[in-house]
Nanobody
Framework: HVQLVESGGGSVKAGGSLRLSCTDPGFTSNGCAMNWFRQAAGKQREWVAT???????SYADSVKGRFTVSQVNDMTTVYLQMNDLKPEDTAMYYCKTDRVQRTFQHSSCRGRRIWGQGTQVTVS
């Protein structure tokens, strides 16, 4: 059963653009953050961007000013708009969604983490 569906990857020339999409139908129930990570061949996975339920956004320095993360109104889909792509952006891009963990006293964004299968981005 596929819980996260990613799309939008492909091959582009340097300076081009792509928009990645990640859909999590269950996010509306108790989701708190959607995240993008990437992993280049032979390298460690790195964090790229996050959008939270309060609409705050964070970006890795390597993509700041070029990438924009956004979320649709129903909160089920997150987009990663990637502009001015560079060869060093070549990687498998993964969506990760976080669920709220609630207690009697408080809640935190430390519940279930769901990972997508990834979508390949190649920049030449």
């Amino acid at each position: 059963h596929v819980q996260l569906v990613e799309s939008g990857g492909g091959s582009v020339k340097a300076g081009g653009s792509l928009r990645l999409s990640c859909t999590d139908p269950g996010f509306t129930s108790n989701g708190c953050a959607m995240n993008w990570f990437r992993q280049a061949a032979g390298k460690q996975r790195e964090w790229v961007a996050t959008i939270r339920s309060d609409a705050s956004r964070s970006y890795a320095d390597s993509v700041k000013g070029r990438f924009t993360v956004s979320q649709v109104n129903d909160m089920t889909t997150v987009y990663l708009q990637m502009n001015d792509l560079k060869p060093e952006d070549t990687a498998m891009y993964y969506c990760k969604t976080d669920r709220v963990q609630r207690t009697f006293q408080h809640s935190s964004c430390r519940g279930r983490r769901i990972w997508g299968q990834g979508t390949q981005v190649t920049v030449s």
